[in-house]
């Protein structure tokens, strides 16, 4: 069954053609290869501030880079977000875009009582993380906080349900075909949209 895709490439640097680009194309070169409906986002190309208060937050319209990209997280059934790990985590820049566009009112409301309304319910994700070390020692001395954060707390705590991740890890001394394997691997992911 074909799905509407949105892969979204969190490298912060604009000029950067490194992994996350290639999984990114790779993801998509599968989903559409399979028939799916691919659009892409990369976050370094997208000008908006970063929330500086609860306020803003709550209560401000979305600049416009972020309302375009809002309809497009809309469109999206499923959503693949690619990024590497700077100190354990998402980049500043993923981290700034996520906060204005999964707004309250856009991909929740607060109730009066409860856990809020969950606007993007009914939607599945995908999170792919690019790292220097290795994947294992990410996952199990370090507890894989940083993907955890992304999937519990941000795209779970707005509906997006199943959350799986992908973890690419020991970059600097996987070898040109190891590399190759890793972007096979993406390709068949994109192509089952999972």
Not at 2 to 28: E, F, I, K, M, W
């Amino acid at each position: 069954m074909s799905r509407t895709v949105l892969v979204l490439n969190g490298h912060p640097d604009p000029d950067h053609r490194g992994l996350c680009q290639a999984v990114a194309d790779a993801y998509a070169e599968g989903a559409r290869a399979a028939g799916h409906d691919v659009r892409r986002l990369d976050i370094a190309t997208l000008d908006f501030p970063l929330l500086r208060s609860q306020a803003s937050f709550e209560t401000e319209a979305p600049p416009p880079a972020i309302a375009a990209a809002q309809q497009q997280i809309l469109w999206a059934q499923h959503l693949v977000v690619v990024f590497p790990l700077w100190l354990g985590d998402m980049p500043a820049l993923l981290k700034g875009f996520l906060e204005q566009a999964l707004r309250p009112g856009f991909a929740f409301s607060y109730r009066p009582k409860g856990f809020p309304v969950m606007h993007l319910a009914g939607r599945s994700a995908r999170v792919i993380v690019t790292m220097g070390m290795p994947a294992l020692v990410y996952r199990w001395f370090y507890r894989a906080h940083g993907v955890k954060t992304l999937k519990r707390n941000i795209l779970g705590f707005v509906g997006y349900r199943p959350v799986r991740d992908t973890i690419v890890g020991s970059l600097g001394s996987r070898s040109a075909d190891s590399i190759k394997a890793v972007l096979a691997d993406v390709t068949a992911l994109g192509r089952r949209a999972a």
